[in-house]
C-alpha cells in the first residue's frame, strides 16, 4: 500500500543534541512538507521541498535543517538550536500544484 | 494574509445526531480545501478535498461544502457515531499552493 511511514514514533532528545526524524513516501509525490503541531495550535511549516536537492523554509525553520537527496525521502534535523523543541512532528506529500496532501502516523519528540 | 478559523473549539453531541462544523477563511484566493481527521495522538486523516471550481463533495456520511464568496466552507455529518469523535481540522491552500490551517474542532460523540 503506498504511503507516508514516520519514525521513530516516539523520540527523546537531550540538551545539546541534534536527533533526525525520518519521513519516507512511495506514492511518487513530487512535494514533501514538515509541520510541527503543538497543543492547541494550528499546524506551523518548518520546511517544504518540492523537488529533489532543493528545499524552502517555512514559517519556523530556525533551529531546523533537512535534506531531499531522493524524492522519497525527507528527513528533519531537530538541533541544538531549537530550544524548545518538544512537539508532534508531522510529515506530508503531495503530487504537486493543487493536488491533496496525504500525512504520515507523526512523531512525538520529548526533550529530557 | 490567508486567516483560516475553526468555531467551536469543542463540541459534545448525543449519538445519532447530524451535526456541522464550520471553517472560515479570510482571503477567497484558494486553490482547494481539505478536511482531516486526527486521532489523538496519530497522524491527519484526509477526510474531502473540494477544489476552488467545486462546491461540495461527499464521502459516506460526510459532506463538505466550500463558500469562496463568503469565505465558509462546512463539514457535515449524518447520523453520528462514537467513532467519529476526534479532531476535525480544515485546511485551505494558498496561491503558493500552501495549506493554511486552523486550529481545529473536538468533537465527542457521547453513546
Known amino acids: 500500500d503506498g504511503g507516508i511511514t514516520q519514525s521513530p514514533k516516539y523520540l527523546f532528545r537531550k540538551e545539546g543534541q541534534n536527533v533526525t526524524l525520518s519521513c519516507e513516501q512511495n506514492?511518487?509525490?513530487?512535494?514533501m512538507y514538515w509541520y510541527r503541531q503543538d497543543p492547541g495550535q494550528g499546524l506551523r511549516l518548518i520546511y517544504y521541498s518540492q523537488i529533489v536537492n532543493d528545499f524552502q523554509k517555512g514559517d519556523i525553520a530556525e533551529g531546523y535543517s533537512v535534506s531531499r537527496e531522493k524524492k522519497e525521502s525527507f528527513p528533519l534535523t531537530v538541533t541544538s538550536a531549537q530550544k524548545n523543541p518538544t512537539a508532534f512532528y508531522l510529515c506530508a506529500s503531495n503530487p504537486q500544484g493543487a493536488a491533496g496532501y496525504t500525512f504520515g502516523s507523526g512523531t512525538r519528540l520529548t526533550v529530557v | 494574509k490567508q486567516e483560516v478559523t475553526q468555531i467551536p473549539a469543542a463540541l459534545s453531541v448525543p449519538e445519532g445526531e447530524n451535526l456541522v462544523l464550520n471553517c472560515s477563511f479570510t482571503?477567497?484566493?484558494?486553490?482547494?480545501l481539505q478536511w482531516f481527521r486526527q486521532d489523538p495522538g496519530k497522524g491527519l486523516t484526509s477526510l474531502l478535498l473540494?477544489?476552488?471550481s467545486q462546491r461540495e463533495q461527499t464521502s459516506g456520511r460526510l459532506n463538505a461544502s466550500l463558500d469562496k464568496s463568503s469565505g465558509r466552507s462546512t463539514l457535515y455529518i449524518a447520523a453520528s457515531q462514537p467513532g467519529d469523535s476526534a479532531t476535525y481540522l480544515c485546511a485551505a491552500m494558498d496561491s503558493n499552493y500552501q495549506l493554511i490551517w486552523g486550529a481545529g474542532t473536538k468533537l465527542i460523540i457521547k453513546p
Open positions: 482571503d477567497s484566493a484558494i486553490y482547494n
Open positions: 473540494i477544489q476552488s
Open positions: 506514492l511518487n509525490h513530487d512535494a
